[in-house]
């Protein structure tokens, strides 16, 4: 497998799994009752982590051998940017937000902070998927 292959399938499967996310997994969290919210974030974070660290892991991957390995294209650059953008999403808005949701439950504001966050992401991921088509 190339390079470039890896990217795109590494893409391939964040794109996919943040679909899920974004259509499955934070519909159901956000309508949990509120009696059950603290139980049903806490499991689904210990549920996440497990799925999130190997996908992020396989694009970090990826991604760092397409970066050394491949010749600068528009295409790459594209990739990266997305990426880089799902990750500072990820680690400055969704991460942040998940530890106050632990904490002060779903209020109003945190809930379209996270929703605008995971919908960053899933254009992210979209955008660095189709642009690893051309890598």
């Known amino acids: 497998m190339s390079a470039e292959q890896f990217l795109l399938l590494a893409t391939g499967v964040h794109l996919g799994f943040q679909a899920v996310v974004t259509v499955v997994v934070y519909p159901g969290l956000l ?56 990750w500072a999403a990820t680690a400055f808005v969704a991460a942040p937000v998940h530890r106050l949701l632990s904490v002060n439950g779903p209020t109003p504001k945190l809930i379209r902070r996270l929703r605008r966050a995971d919908g960053i992401r899933l254009i992210g991921a979209v955008v660095a998927c189709g642009a690893a088509l051309f890598v």
């Open 31 to 86: 309508n949990l009752a509120p009696d059950d919210w603290a139980g049903g974030h806490t499991a689904h974070t210990r549920r996440m982590i497990i799925v999130v660290v190997p996908v992020y892991a396989g694009v970090s991957l990826a991604l760092g051998w397409a970066l050394a390995t491949t010749c600068c294209s528009p295409a790459l650059l594209v990739t990266t940017g997305a990426i880089v953008i799902v």
